[in-house]
């Protein structure tokens, strides 16, 4: 997906996106970026999120993602190219947010605000309680149990669609898939059904 702007330098700017990336403070950029539909920041976290098989609010994604992006923006003057640069700042966010999660569970911190796993428990089904506990156990997996269990857990996809997708077989699918569930009942002190997901 080419998320390029339709038209990314503006006459006089002395790089590409400066119209953006301009400003007295991070918090003006902050806004602007806000309201810059050109740059599609949601369609871009939402895509990264995905394709880094990541569980994460879309909307508390973005808004950290825009505050990296902010922050580094004063210093930036055209390199990386504005594609890398906006997508490191996504990234940056993403982290950001999983290691937020992580921290806040080891603690033991209790949720402040609760629609920030709005999106979350619009997927899994759970209470917001549960949610990012969730999200720590998926969140921090390694790569290839992470997109298995993002795809069939999250997306719903069938274990024979995700082997498709990917170069692993049917089979290994499911285990990684129970290797999670089995992850999350020990996370919750409680047995999670493998056949209850059709594994």
């Given at each position: 997906?080419?998320?390029?702007?339709h038209s990314?330098r503006?006459?006089g700017e002395?790089?590409?996106?400066?119209?953006w990336?301009?400003?007295k403070?991070?918090?003006?950029?902050f806004?602007?970026?806000?309201?810059?539909?050109?740059?599609?920041?949601?369609a871009?976290?939402?895509?990264?999120?995905e394709?880094?098989?990541?569980?994460?609010?879309?909307?508390?994604?973005?808004?950290?993602s825009?505050?990296?992006i902010a922050?580094?923006?004063?210093?930036?003057?055209?390199?990386?190219?504005?594609?890398?640069?906006l997508q490191?700042?996504?990234?940056?966010?993403?982290?950001?947010?999983?290691?937020?999660?992580?921290?806040?569970?080891?603690?033991?911190?209790?949720?402040?605000?609760e629609?920030r796993y709005?999106?979350?428990?619009?997927?899994?089904?759970?209470q917001?309680?549960?949610?990012?506990?969730?999200?720590v156990?998926?969140n921090?997996?390694?790569?290839e149990?992470?997109?298995?269990?993002?795809?069939v857990?999250?997306?719903?996809?069938?274990?024979?669609?995700?082997?498709?997708?990917?170069?692993i077989?049917r089979?290994?699918?499911?285990?990684l898939?129970?290797?999670?569930?089995?992850?999350?009942?020990?996370?919750?002190?409680r047995?999670?059904?493998p056949?209850?997901?059709g594994?």
């Amino acid at each position: 997906m080419n998320f390029e702007p339709h038209s990314s330098r503006g006459d006089g700017e002395p790089f590409p996106g400066a119209r953006w990336l301009r400003g007295k403070s991070a918090k003006e950029i902050f806004e602007r970026l806000l309201a810059a539909k050109e740059l599609e920041l949601g369609a871009r976290v939402a895509a990264r999120l995905e394709s880094r098989a990541v569980l994460l609010d879309p909307e508390r994604t973005l808004m950290r993602s825009i505050a990296h992006i902010a922050r580094r923006a004063r210093v930036y003057e055209g390199d990386p190219p504005l594609e890398e640069f906006l997508q490191d700042g996504v990234d940056r966010g993403i982290d950001d947010l999983i290691e937020e999660d992580v921290e806040a569970e080891r603690s033991q911190t209790p949720i402040a605000d609760e629609t920030r796993y709005q999106a979350v428990c619009a997927v899994l089904g759970s209470q917001a309680s549960d949610a990012r506990r969730i999200c720590v156990v998926l969140n921090t997996q390694a790569d290839e149990l992470r997109h298995a269990a993002f795809a069939v857990l999250v997306q719903r996809k069938t274990l024979d669609e995700h082997a498709r997708a990917t170069s692993i077989s049917r089979e290994r699918t499911r285990e990684l898939v129970r290797e999670s569930l089995r992850r999350l009942s020990r996370a919750f002190g409680r047995t999670i059904d493998p056949t209850d997901y059709g594994l």
